[in-house]
């Protein structure tokens, strides 16, 4: 079991930055891969970005890349989001989750989720 508690969010302008972090407690941090996966009003929740916990490796959703970056600092078993110049389109509920194993895209293939934290964007 995975618990996880998501933090960082509120509301923003376009064209700032937010740093989410994403608190994990339970199971051996290290054996997990996490990422952040985003569900805005009336679309379904979809990937952002992904950290692998065993062997490395990330993966960014294309619609944010080079505006977000995904790390981890494993002492304090904490995975962060920075995101940078902030979009309208980057309102969304923002979701830390893990799962066994290799990174993923798809919401369905993570087992444990955060509550979600807010981020709006007003401009």
């Known amino acids: 079991q995975v618990q996880l508690v998501e933090s960082g969010g509120g509301l923003v302008q376009a064209v700032d930055s937010l740093r989410l972090s994403c608190a994990a407690s339970?199971?051996?941090?290290?054996?997990?891969?996490m990422g952040w996966l985003r569900q805005a009003p009336g679309i379904e929740r979809d990937f952002v970005a992904a950290?692998?916990?065993?062997?490395?490796?990330?993966s960014i959703a294309d619609h944010v890349k080079g505006r977000v970056t995904i790390s981890r600092e494993n002492a304090k078993n904490t995975l962060y989001l920075q995101m940078n110049s902030l979009q309208h389109e980057d309102t969304a509920v923002y979701y830390c989750?893990?799962?066994?194993?290799?990174?993923?895209?798809?919401?369905?293939?993570?087992?444990?989720w955060g509550q979600g934290t807010q981020v709006t964007v007003s401009s």
């Open positions: 339970g199971r051996t941090f290290s054996n997990y891969a």
């Open positions: 950290i692998g916990w065993i062997g490395g490796g990330t």
């Open positions: 989750a893990a799962r066994l194993g290799r990174v993923a895209i798809l919401p369905r293939q993570y087992d444990y």
